[in-house]
């Protein structure tokens, strides 16, 4: 009983941490918005506001490597229970200065001696995780039925998260310009959309971790949320 006791504990300290890691980044995309409010009073209202438009682009760019960030970390701590045949998907992590995924043999395991199975475990699922990225809803599903998690609940968030999916591949990878050569120009962006992904960004990972711990149901999860953002204004701001 004592064991598994201190099991329990060790996963909502783990949780927690995790609820830690995500406020301090969401609070970062806050602190975004702070930022235009030093600038000289006498500037342009057009240029100001294609400043903030800009300063919105970051946000998206942010918010979703907060989600990526936070569901990677997620699924780090239940890829390691997982059964053989989910750990078969996972290749072992070749040690520096090359670092690459490699598919098994006798002389990898020859260069990871010294080493216990449950640490060469560990080191694979993180090189793994790492290395990878959420570009659709449907990449998530899968990610999470491989840890055995029940993703029926939270496809209700799917829509919103793909549209913030989209908006950051377009912002990352063409600058968020449409149009033709001749009449290009920059897609508009209102901070509505952001608020909005946000609030859907948070449910979604408040519901999740409700599913990793079951008896911590969403309201305290919440509730530890608020209570640790709160703490978090209180203290010093990062630089």
């Not at 701590?77 to 598919?103: F, H, Q, T, W, Y």
Request: net charge positive.
């Amino acid at each position: 009983m004592a064991v598994e006791d201190k099991e329990k504990k060790d996963l909502v300290n783990r949780i927690n941490d995790i609820l830690d890691r995500f406020i301090l980044n969401l609070n970062r995309i806050k602190n975004l918005l702070s930022f235009p409010k030093g600038i000289d009073a006498k500037i342009d209202e057009k240029k100001y506001r294609a400043y903030l438009r800009e300063i919105y682009r970051a946000m998206v760019v942010l918010l979703h490597a907060s989600f990526e960030d936070v569901l990677r970390e997620i699924i780090r701590l239940k890829l390691g229970e997982c059964s053989e045949d989910v750990l078969n998907a996972i290749p072992i992590v070749e040690p520096p200065p090359n670092g690459k995924r490699l598919k098994f043999s006798l002389g990898i395991l020859s260069r990871h001696r010294g080493k216990s199975i449950e640490q060469l475990i560990q080191e694979s699922i993180n090189d793994f995780l790492d290395r990878t990225s959420f570009n659709s809803c449907k990449q998530i599903a899968s990610m999470l039925e491989l840890i055995s998690i029940d993703v029926s609940t939270l496809r209700k968030y799917f829509p919103k998260l793909d549209k913030m999916i989209l908006r950051r591949h377009q912002i990352v990878h063409k600058a968020d310009l449409i149009g033709s050569l001749d009449k290009l120009h920059s897609a508009t962006i209102e901070p509505s959309e952001i608020t909005d992904w946000a609030l859907t960004v948070g449910a979604f990972i408040t519901e999740l971790l409700g599913l990793i711990h079951p008896k911590m149901t969403k309201d305290t999860i919440f509730k530890n949320l608020l209570k640790r953002y709160k703490r978090l204004e209180k203290s010093t701001p990062m630089k």
